[in-house]
């Protein structure tokens, strides 16, 4: 009982240690780097870069929140409180730290360049953090997945953000007038989307999942309603026990994982799980087959 006390509360601390990290990491980002240089993301967070070139006594932390309370708001709608309360944490935290870093912000360098380049690398990075356990910073990410589920579902969600966020990058350029910040927005982004992928799935391999359980059909109905993730339940023997066993079979893209272990273990403890790299992956919620 005192080792599950003590791994619980390692858990938290855990938990609270990678959000004030990814957080921070993240407000460094915009405070230090891209707002100064007037550098803008796509997203929520290059919304708040605009308004804040055009009006520069407004916070680029506090404009995050505003933006994203219409989104978290269509979000809660289609969704409710049990699916996106991480997004809510998410959201609020990294517009908190942005608010704080904002306090002693001082521009790192003069080159747009090489603030495009760090800007995007540190907030792919603090974003990986966040991301990796199971929290997303909303904006466009969001945006985008409740468009394509909710109104244009033939059209993949990653090129509902691309447009996404092409308009916003293009929208800012033309209201500042500042048409050479479309390259160093490419950059960033850029910058950004390499740190992410490096901090959340590094080679970008799935994780192919077997579980074990005698509690399967709880941990199987958790894991498609937290996650959306499909399950197929495989039938075996186990050769010691000469019992019938259920096996959940499921493949998680890598930043879902966390969340899955978490899962499995506060419903069944004693659950066997085992691992394993899914090199590729074609199907609903992964790669279309390249044929």
């Known amino acids: 009982m005192q080792n599950e006390h003590r791994q619980g509360a390692r858990a938290?601390?855990?938990?609270?240690?990678?959000i004030v990290l990814g957080s921070a990491i993240y407000g460094i980002a915009v405070a230090f780097f891209l707002g100064p240089s007037g550098t803008v993301m796509g997203g929520a967070t290059g919304i708040a870069t605009t308004i804040n070139?055009?009006?520069?006594?407004?916070?680029?932390?506090?404009?995050?929140l505003v933006v994203n309370?219409?989104?978290?708001?269509?979000?809660?709608?289609?969704?409710?409180?049990?699916?996106?309360?991480?997004?809510v944490v998410a959201v609020l935290v990294t517009s908190l730290a942005t608010n704080l870093t904002e306090l002693f912000s001082v521009s790192m360098t003069s080159d747009p360049l090489l603030c495009a380049i760090m800007g995007?690398?540190?907030?792919?990075?603090?974003?990986?953090?966040l991301l990796a356990r199971g929290y997303n910073?909303?904006?466009s990410d969001l945006a985008a997945v409740i468009i394509k589920q909710k109104?244009?579902?033939?059209?993949?969600?990653?090129?509902?953000?691309?447009?996404l966020d092409l308009v916003i990058i293009t929208g800012s350029a033309v209201l500042t007038r500042n048409f050479n910040a479309i390259f160093y927005s490419i950059v960033s982004t850029y910058a950004y989307s390499f740190a992410l992928d490096y901090i959340i799935d590094g080679n970008k391999s799935a994780k192919m999942t077997l579980i074990i359980s005698d509690k399967f059909a709880e941990i199987a109905d958790e894991i498609t309603t937290e996650l959306d993730r499909g399950v197929t339940i495989l039938h075996g023997l186990g050769w010691y026990s000469h019992r019938d066993k259920d096996v959940i079979l499921c493949v998680f893209k890598p930043h879902e994982l966390y969340r899955a272990k978490v899962i499995v273990k506060s419903i069944d403890p004693d659950a066997f799980m085992i691992l394993a790299d899914a090199k590729e992956v074609m199907g609903?919620?992964?790669d279309a087959p390249d044929l």
Do not use: D, H, Q
């Not at 309370?69 to 997004?87: A, C, H, K, Q, S």
């Not at 995007?120 to 953090?129: D, E, F, R, V, W």
């Not at 109104?151 to 447009?163: E, Q």
């Open 12 to 18: 938290i601390i855990t938990e609270i240690l990678s």
């Open 53 to 64: 070139i055009l009006f520069p006594n407004v916070s680029i932390g506090l404009m995050i």
């Open 69 to 87: 309370i219409p989104i978290l708001l269509f979000g809660l709608l289609f969704y409710g409180w049990r699916m996106l309360w991480r997004v």
């Open 120 to 129: 995007g690398l540190l907030l792919g990075a603090g974003g990986g953090i």
């Open 137 to 139: 910073t909303g904006g």
């Open 151 to 163: 109104l244009i579902k033939s059209v993949s969600t990653g090129r509902i953000l691309f447009v």
């Open 284 to 286: 609903e919620g992964f």
